[in-house]
């Protein structure tokens, strides 16, 4: 009975997982399309953000309402700071840079963002290379292998491979009109920078106000009230700011409820059953069900250097996760050595950890 109860709620972790890379691939390909056919980027970060905040709030409410919460002008500072970079920055560059690229280019840069970070971390001394342990080895070479792939991905393009194209209708089909790869790709660099900066920041706001669910709604309002304000700068014609009952807004209801606050839900029972590292371990799942549902889908080509690149960033980053994840096991054992003194501490040094990273579905996990 033991093992089938086990097998059970194994069953239901997974598809929970699988859930949340499907959640990211309909996010990716709708906003695709959208960004293709003239859609404003800011206007859907505006109002994307005000339905996440719409569909965190309950949550907030239910479950840290009793909570007291020291709104004083720090923790004000660090969520504007942490929705200016974190959301405002970081996602609209992703969008530039999927607009003027594909799906399958720009979802690969995504699983970038933890090599990122761990980039970042290592040279504002966050965290350590331990290249003298096999772990660390390990994490450096993983590393290194993302790079390599987003490199090849990024100047190799090579031959283009088609699969049936099964266009449903005229109205997702994408235009190709605004593909520039090479503003594209130094816009996609730019959004994985600026989520690394993120995580860090967020290390420093979690420190000083932990209620995630509260943290997350009001980043979601500073970071809609930031689109709209850049947004009206760059264009106030009301035509772009107008929503109809079309694809734009089934994208903006769709990545606010299912994108946003579903999969929060989901990566926090993830997180809290199996660890940070569990959910990462599903992220390469996103750049494949991308990669097949655009071919086939949309008709988009898929280029010899996409898939080399992909090979490379799925095998580094499975790599970097173990090494990272080995190490942190390594940290947390007890001194073997128990009668010559007392034991090490189980608890993590402080510092930003790379194996919680769990967000390379954009809008997935703002805070």
């Known amino acids: 009975?033991?093992?089938?109860?086990?097998w059970f709620r194994w069953s239901q972790m997974v598809l929970a997982m699988l859930m949340?890379?499907?959640f990211a691939t309909g996010l990716q390909l709708f906003s695709r399309v959208i960004l293709t056919q003239g859609t404003f980027i800011f206007t859907l970060m505006a109002y994307r953000h005000v339905v996440a905040a719409l569909c965190v709030a309950p949550l907030a409410y239910l479950y840290e309402r009793n909570t007291p919460k020291n709104l004083n002008w720090s923790v004000w500072f660090w969520l504007f700071v942490n929705a200016l970079i974190g959301i405002t920055s970081a996602m609209s560059l992703f969008y530039y840079g999927l607009r003027d690229t594909?799906?399958?280019y720009a979802t690969?840069?995504?699983?970038l963002i933890p090599i990122a970070t761990f980039i970042l971390s290592t040279v504002t001394r966050i965290e350590k290379l331990n290249l003298h342990t096999r772990a660390g080895t390990i994490k450096t070479l993983g590393a290194i292998l993302c790079v390599g792939g987003a490199l090849t991905t990024s100047l190799?393009?090579?031959k283009a491979y088609y699969i049936v194209h099964r266009g449903f209708n005229h109205a997702i089909t994408v235009k190709n009109v605004h593909e520039n790869y090479g503003i594209g790709t130094s816009m996609l660099v730019g959004s994985c920078v600026s989520y690394a900066t993120w995580f860090i920041v967020q290390v420093k706001l979690l420190k000083i106000f932990p209620l995630r669910y509260f943290a997350t709604m009001l980043t979601c309002i500073m970071a809609s009230l930031q689109s709209a304000v850049i947004g009206l700068c760059m264009n106030s014609n009301g035509a772009a700011w107008r929503l109809g009952w079309n694809l734009q807004l089934v994208t903006i209801v769709y990545s606010g409820a299912l994108a946003t606050a579903a999969t929060f839900c989901l990566l926090t029972w993830a997180i809290s059953e199996k660890g940070p590292t569990y959910p990462s371990m599903f992220n390469p799942l996103t750049l494949i069900f991308v990669a097949l549902s655009e071919a086939i889908i949309l008709g988009q080509e898929i280029r010899a250097g996409t898939l080399i690149g992909m090979v490379l960033i799925i095998v580094g980053l499975y790599s970097f996760l173990w090494g990272k994840t080995k190490e942190l096991k390594n940290m947390a054992q007890p001194n073997k050595v128990?009668?010559?003194g007392p034991a090490i501490s189980n608890t993590e040094p402080p510092g930003l950890?790379?194996?919680s990273i769990t967000m390379p579905?954009?809008?997935a996990q703002e805070v």
């Open 20 to 22: 949340v890379q499907l």
């Open 361 to 363: 579905n954009v809008g």
């Open 102 to 104: 594909t799906a399958t």
């Open 353 to 355: 950890h790379c194996s």
């Open 1 to 6: 009975m033991g093992s089938i109860q086990q």
């Open 338 to 340: 128990e009668a010559e």
């Open 108 to 111: 690969n840069f995504l699983n």
């Open 156 to 158: 190799y393009r090579g």
